[in-house]
């Protein structure tokens, strides 16, 4: 009898022992703090940056294949397609402010900078030379 009352407090020690443990600042912060963390683009994340893209910037071409070919080369909502020198020669000859305005924000059906907001002004700007050039 006196053998099963040790054991019962020693169980009831050792249980109040490992909820105090459980119960530690140590052991709360350690539940609590978060599984992962969310790392931007251009900070400092403590690990490895991704590598440029191989050649640095982006060609306009390269630019144009990503943002704007899929209207320009098939004339999906009525998108001038580029190389057409005769659907371009009015709209060049709005000059090239108005065509940056477009490009950068929206016209018709075409959306801001082709859909790709992280263009910058720079980047529509050389895309629409590209395109001109290629579209007399």
């Known amino acids: 009898m006196i053998a ?10 050792l ?5 105090a443990a459980a119960m530690s600042k140590d052991a709360i ?5 978060p599984v992962g963390d969310v790392c931007l ?3 400092d994340c403590g690990g490895a940056a991704p590598a440029p893209a191989a050649g640095g910037a982006k ?3 390269d630019l144009y294949a990503s943002a704007c070919a899929a209207c320009h080369n098939t004339g999906a909502a009525g998108a001038p397609k580029k190389g057409d020198a005769a659907a371009w020669a009015p ?3 709005q000059g090239k402010d108005t065509l940056y305005n477009h490009a950068m924000n929206g016209f018709n059906a075409m959306p801001a900078r082709g859909g790709n907001p992280s263009l910058s002004d720079d980047n529509i700007k050389s895309i ?3 395109i001109v050039e290629n579209s007399k």
């Open 15 to 19: 249980s109040t022992s490992v909820q």
């Open 59 to 61: 060609s306009p071409a």
């Open 128 to 130: 629409v030379d590209y």
């Open 41 to 43: 683009q251009g900070q």
């Open 29 to 33: 912060a350690e539940r609590l703090k």
């Open 4 to 13: 099963g009352a040790m054991g019962v407090l020693f169980g009831a020690i």
């Open 91 to 93: 709209r060049i000859k």
